[in-house]
């Protein structure tokens, strides 16, 4: 009886120390992995949000960039990561593509994470030099269906969603351009301006300063609507390709059995961060349109995602990485 009363007082213990311990988080700095160069559109936005959450949290939160195959490496190491809240995952749409895309990783896609919130979604911009002789997507999809050798497009890499987003304009478009991997935005900017591909797929907080210095031009944006920042920029949709829509997101993501109280808490400093006006201002000068969730609704959103890419990958007999 001794026993069973010791077991059990102790056991009470144990769930009375549970909720403190969440109550005390976070007591030392939170870690923010994210998987593409530093310096990008997915470093820029774990930054600033992190930086404004930090002010609620109390911890500073320190941004790690692990590049490489897709944001794979950074999602591998918080999958594998200790359940705690202190390491995150800034995760981009390419977290869903390479899903699809790659046929063994070390983790899957949706049950291995414990979603936080949604951050911000943003289309893509086809870009091309400013001195370039097309003028426009009809252009350049005129030049690729008379020569397949004539158009290649660089991206940030195999396994991004600039990736999929060229892929699935040559599916649906009937034009042959040839994907060309650099290893982050930075680096496949670099090779345009030097004019070694002609075109290339990019965000805009990679691209604006460009443009707005006259050394680039954007051709398109990826997304349904036009962007508000540059409504002059006709979307991919109105250039002969209809039904083309590619908006790509970035969230935050924990490892799977992170406590919901650590989840609640780190939910509650995005979002609040998400309200700063600065933080806003500086999320739509990357294109991004802000928009924070639940959990929940991260999940659903990062699962129909990845049936979306699943899909696209099969339809367009993409070979697997």
């Known amino acids: 009886m001794r026993r069973k009363i010791l077991l059990a007082a102790g056991a009470a213990l144990a769930v009375v120390c549970l909720p403190a311990k969440s109550e005390q988080f976070p007591d030392r700095p939170i870690k923010i992995y ?32 692990q590049a490489g195959a897709g944001g794979t490496i950074a999602a591998t190491t918080v999958a594998r990561a200790r359940p705690d809240g202190y390491t995150l995952l800034l995760a981009t749409g390419g977290h869903a593509v390479a899903g699809a895309l790659y046929s063994k990783l070390n983790y899957q896609t949706v049950d291995d994470f414990q979603m936080v919130s949604t951050l911000t979604f943003f289309p893509f911009l086809l870009v091309v030099r400013a001195d370039s002789s097309y003028q426009s997507l009809a252009d350049v ?18 396994g991004s969603t600039h990736h999929l987003a060229g892929e699935l304009l040559v599916k649906m478009s009937k034009a042959s351009m040839l994907h060309v991997p650099y ?24 691209v604006m300063a460009n443009i707005k210095a ?15 920042l ?41 979002l609040k961060a998400l309200q700063v006006p600065e933080v806003r201002a500086r999320l739509a000068d990357m ?16 699962s129909a995602e990845l049936k979306k890419w699943v899909a696209i990958v099969n339809e367009a007999n993409i070979p697997k990485q």
């Open 287 to 302: 294109g991004g349109e802000v928009r924070g969730s639940t959990p929940e609704e991260m999940t659903s959103m990062v």
């Open 214 to 228: 006259g050394k680039l031009r954007a051709l398109a944006v990826s997304g349904a609507q036009r962007w508000s």
């Open 183 to 206: 290893r982050g935005d930075a680096a496949s900017l670099t090779a345009l301006l030097s004019g070694d591909v002609p075109l290339v797929i990019a965000p805009p907080t990679a």
């Open 141 to 158: 999809l005129k030049a690729a269906r008379a020569d397949p050798s004539a158009i290649s497009y660089g991206t940030a890499g195999i």
């Open 34 to 65: 994210q998987g593409f160069a530093a310096g990008g559109n997915a470093d820029a936005i774990a930054r600033v949000v992190g930086t404004e959450m930090a002010k609620t949290l109390g911890q500073p939160f320190v941004v790690e960039a």
């Open 230 to 270: 540059m409504p002059e920029v006709p979307t991919i949709a109105e250039q002969g390709v209809p039904g083309y829509d590619v908006t790509s997101w970035a969230g935050l993501m924990a490892p799977a059995g992170t406590p919901h109280a650590v989840v609640n808490r780190l939910r509650e400093a995005a």
